[in-house]
Structure formats: structure tokens, C-alpha cells
């Protein structure tokens, strides 16, 4: 059983790699700490003339977003990943940067599970793996550098601490400690995190874990080193005395801004994002439940549940909600699932009931791995952009036509960005590495005036454009390839035709698209042309100017 717990172990960090080179591309969500991490590996951090070069340089001086964010983040990232960059070369360095976030994120919920086996013994921790790593969107999310993603860790950690200590000393030493790491995530990376510090310290005076008089210094020394740590991080790489989460609080806590983003009901978190968070339908409808309810095991699942489900209902109250917004309750209310689960698993040869509840676990935890494995498959296919990059910049290098293009020009459109265009793809080598006389020159533009987009002169200097409607592309086009997305779930019935060309029947498919593709018609052929799967759609078009006297063509495979 020693070597189930060390590959269970093991499990939490390679499954996250997995999804991560499953889906390697990003999306806006996460574009500022990728796009920062970039410019601090590539640009450094200047000492003299430092507005100048990181304005001139830097991306978020160009696209800032609606409130700044914290470079704490990225400076972890690049002084982490820069070595090892180095080491295996700069074209890898999106996929480094996003593993250092991602194994950060594996040993907080490795050192959860350690956790969950001191206190409640390796069955339990067992279980707790199996339920955690059979959940799609934690392992999908943490290697993604979104700043919920940089908390979670913090907030992991925190949480591992405020459950099964056998002693009053043990007690109170855990207590601060999760007050320290809370509080450093919530000055850091998400105020809203100051939510979950009030409910998990709240849980621990009522049941006399800890007094005001241990909360208090905890609270002040580290809320002291996280400004410490933040406002002159943050000061210097904005150019203005700055505290990123106290002006992200009041964008959406007080002006109410991130309504704009969209309003769900009252109700969200806990009748759609939780079950989706957990993924296995049992967790939230029995195993929980069953937990609180069974004298057996309430009294150890209550510090699991109580300070994370009293979180959600308060933050609820937020208009705004997305799910990625309570990622932290994961590996608590998974543990209380888990307590569940072995309580009726060690019993089920007691009676009927328990064997065949016993039964349904094992199997929903079979059928919750097969349902992230589609939903990680689907998941995959969302990112068009980042696809469509890396086809325009193969296509543009290897094709004889652009052999007299020492300079190419392109333009990336909105959905093009939002969807997997990052620095990191448009420069896979640095601008100081010394490179092959010939070797082509990428330049982009990212432009999202309208007035500009709509001027014919604007289009002259482009050589190639990843746009989603060619229409609104001015000027001499052709449509040289396209990347499709994921567009919902197809069901292709015998005698049903297939169309395997767009548009003008001579585009190829790129990225993805091609793969799915292949699949149908090779599912169909077996099948007798049956399928059921993604049904893929056109996202961005790769659009090559033609030269004056020049006759449209084909691109063959």
C-alpha cells in the first residue's frame, strides 16, 4: 500500500503537466501574469532611465486592463523559471512558466493530503486523492496564471492547517499559521480572500482554537510584510506609489464595476460552480452531506466545511461570480467528501446499504475521471488563437513564397489575443540571441481602434492577418488557412454528408481542428457514419496580402 500512496502522491503533479501540455495556450484571463513574466525574463528590470525603458517595453503600459495587477506574481515566475529556461531554451518558455506555477500549486495540494493522512489516516488520504485528482478544474486551472491561481496555493496551505491537531498547542500554532498565509493572499493576490480569513478565523475563536490576543500580532506582522512586499514591487513596475489589491477591491467591492462583466443569481456557487469545482455528482449530493450528517464524522468535517461554505454564501452577495472566484474551497470540502467515502467504504461489509453505497463511490469516481478526461479533451479545443500563431508563424517560414520577406508584418485581431496569442508565442527566442542572417523577422500589431480598423491605409503595412471575419479585413486577401474552436457537442448520422472544405472548398484546417477531423472520419468509417463528438466551427481565419499581379492559390497539405 506504500507504493499506491507515493503514485497517488505523484499522480497530483504529473496530472497537472498533463493538462497543461494538453492545452499549452491561453486566454485573456490569464494575459497580464503571462504577458509580465515575459517582459521581466526578456526585459529585466531596469535601474536608471526605468520609465523610459518600461514603458517603451514593458506590455501592461499598453494594455494596463481595468485595474492594475500585482507583479509579485511574475517576479516569482521568472526568477523561478530563468534558470531552467536557460538551460532548455527560450521556445519552451511559455510551458516552463506555466509548470513552475502549476508543481507550486501540486505541492500545496500535496501538502494537503499529508495533512488529511495525519489526521485522518491513509485510507482517508487515499480517498481524498482519488476524489481530487478525478476533478477537471483545479488540475486544468493550476498551472493557468490567472491571480486566483496564485492565491490558491497560499489558501491550500492555510487550510491544511485548520484540521485534526491533536493538541492545544498544535491547534493554535496551525490557526496562525493559516492566518499568515490568508493574509498574505488576500493583500497580495485576491482581496476577496479577506472573506474566507474572517469565516476561517471566526470557526476558531467560537471553538476556542485561538484568542484575539494570538490573532492579532499574526494578522499585523504578516499583513505588514505582504504591503512590504507588494506596494514596492508593484510601485516600480507601474511607475506610480500603487497597492494593486486595495484599487481592485474598490473597483469591484465599491463601484460595483465588475458587474459590468456579467450578474448571476444568489444561488450560483452553490447550485452550478460547486458541483462543477467537485465534478463527482456524489460529493455534493450524498458524500457531504452524509459527513455532516453522520455523528461518525461531523465533528472531524466541520473545520473542512463550515469557514468554506459560510465564504461562498458571503461572497455570494457579489453580483459578479465566476467560478475560477472559490477554487480555494476545493481541497477542504474534497476532504470532507473523502472522510465520507472511507467511512462507508471500511464498512461495507456491515450491511446492504453500506456495500452498495460503497459501490456507487468507486463507480463515480471512475465515471468523474472519464468526465474530465472529455471535459480536458473539449477544453483543449477553446483556444484557437494560440493555434493559429504557431500555423501562420510554420506556414510563413516554410513557405518558398516568403523566402524574399526578410520582415514579416501581422496583425492579430481580438479574438486572435484572447484566445492563446501571447508574447511568449510571438517571440519564441529573445532579442539579444543571435540568430541566422536570412531567418524572417516577426513584427505585430494588436490594434483595436475601430476607426482604424475601418481605414484602408491601416492594412497596407500588414503582410499576414489572424482575423476571425475576413470581411472586415481591408484590402487584396487571400484565406490561406483557418483554425477552428470547439462549438458545442455534434451527433452525425449515417447518409449525412460531411463537409470537409470551407468556404471556398481550398482553405486547410490548422491546429485541432485537423486532428478532430481525421478522428470523425475515422470513427465513421467504423461505425458505419455514426459520430458523437465536438462539432468544430471557423474561429480565425489566416489571411495572406497578395501582391499586385498575383492570382489566388491553393495551400496544399
Known amino acids: 500500500m506504500a507504493a499506491l500512496d507515493i503514485l497517488l502522491s505523484l499522480a497530483i503533479p504529473a496530472l497537472i503537466v498533463v493538462h497543461l501540455l494538453v492545452a499549452p495556450y491561453t486566454k485573456v484571463e490569464e494575459s497580464f501574469n503571462i504577458q509580465a513574466t515575459h517582459d521581466i525574463l526578456v526585459y529585466g528590470t531596469p535601474t536608471s532611465n526605468v ?50 506555477l502549476g508543481l507550486l500549486n501540486a505541492g500545496a495540494l500535496w ?41 490558491f496555493g497560499l489558501t491550500t496551505l492555510a487550510l491544511s492547517q485548520v484540521f485534526g ?106 447550485t452550478s460552480a460547486i458541483p462543477k469545482i467537485l465534478t463527482n455528482p456524489l460529493s455534493t449530493a450524498f458524500l457531504i452531506p452524509y459527513a455532516l450528517w453522520n455523528a461518525g464524522t461531523r465533528k472531524q468535517v466541520l473545520p473542512l466545511v463550515v469557514p468554506s461554505l459560510l465564504f461562498v454564501a458571503i461572497y455570494s452577495l457579489q453580483p459578479h461570480k ?97 484566445t492563446g496569442v501571447t508574447l511568449f508565442g510571438q517571440h519564441p527566442y529573445p532579442p539579444d540571441d543571435e540568430r541566422p542572417a536570412n531567418e524572417i523577422t516577426f513584427n505585430y500589431d494588436k490594434t483595436e481602434d475601430e476607426n482604424m480598423l475601418r481605414s484602408p491605409s491601416f492594412w497596407e503595412k500588414f503582410d499576414y492577418v489572424l482575423a476571425e471575419d475576413p470581411a472586415k479585413i481591408i484590402g487584396p486577401w487571400e484565406t490561406v488557412g483557418v483554425v477552428e474552436g470547439f462549438a458545442g457537442v455534434e451527433v452525425a448520422r449515417p447518409n449525412t454528408p460531411s463537409k470537409d472544405d470551407i468556404e471556398s472548398g481550398q482553405d486547410k484546417i490548422f491546429g485541432r481542428g485537423s486532428l478532430v477531423r481525421r478522428m470523425k472520419d475515422y470513427i465513421r468509417a467504423l461505425t458505419g457514419g455514426w459520430w458523437v463528438g465536438p462539432r468544430m466551427e471557423p474561429k480565425i481565419h489566416l489571411l495572406r496580402k497578395m501582391r499586385e499581379g498575383e492570382a489566388r492559390r491553393a495551400v496544399t497539405e
Open 51 to 100: 520609465y523610459e525603458r518600461l514603458s517603451s517595453r514593458y506590455d501592461h503600459f499598453d494594455f494596463p486592463g481595468a485595474v492594475p495587477r500585482t507583479f509579485v506574481g511574475p517576479v516569482l515566475l521568472a526568477g523561478i523559471s530563468q534558470p531552467i529556461i536557460a538551460l532548455v531554451g527560450f521556445q519552451y518558455a511559455q510551458l516552463i512558466v506555466r509548470s513552475v
Open 111 to 151: 501538502a494537503f493530503k499529508s495533512s488529511v493522512e495525519r489526521a485522518f489516516g491513509k485510507s482517508t488520504a487515499r480517498w481524498y486523492a482519488l476524489l481530487q485528482l478525478s476533478q477537471f478544474h483545479i488540475l486544468f486551472y493550476a498551472s493557468r496564471t490567472l491571480p486566483n491561481m496564485f492565491a
Open 165 to 270: 491537531k491533536p493538541d492545544e498547542k498544535s491547534r493554535v500554532r496551525g490557526y496562525r499559521l493559516a492566518i499568515a498565509n490568508l493574509t498574505m493572499a488576500t493583500a497580495v493576490f485576491r482581496s476577496e480572500l479577506a472573506i474566507l480569513l474572517i469565516t476561517v478565523t471566526l470557526y476558531g475563536l467560537v471553538r476556542s482554537h485561538i484568542s484575539i490576543i494570538q490573532i492579532i500580532p499574526t494578522f499585523l506582522v504578516f499583513f505588514t510584510i505582504s504591503l512590504s512586499l507588494s506596494i514596492p514591487i508593484d510601485s516600480y513596475f507601474w511607475q506610480k506609489p500603487l497597492w494593486p489589491e486595495l484599487w481592485g477591491f474598490y473597483y469591484n467591492a465599491i463601484l460595483g464595476s465588475s458587474s459590468e462583466w456579467g450578474v448571476s443569481p444568489w444561488h450560483y456557487y452553490f
Open 322 to 418: 465566476e467560478t475560477r472566484f472559490i477554487f480555494y474551497i476545493a481541497p477542504p470540502l474534497t476532504a470532507a467528501a473523502a472522510l465520507a467515502a472511507n467511512y462507508i467504504f471500511t464498512r461495507r461489509d456491515k450491511s446492504v446499504f453500506f456495500l452498495l453505497a460503497s459501490v456507487a463511490i468507486v463507480g463515480s469516481v471512475l465515471v468523474s475521471f472519464g468526465l474530465s478526461t472529455v471535459m480536458l479533451v473539449i477544453s483543449s479545443l477553446n483556444y484557437p488563437g494560440g493555434e493559429a500563431l504557431s500555423a501562420l508563424r510554420n506556414l510563413v517560414t516554410s513557405s518558398s513564397s516568403s523566402s524574399d520577406l526578410q520582415t514579416v508584418m501581422i496583425h492579430t485581431d481580438v479574438l486572435s489575443c484572447m
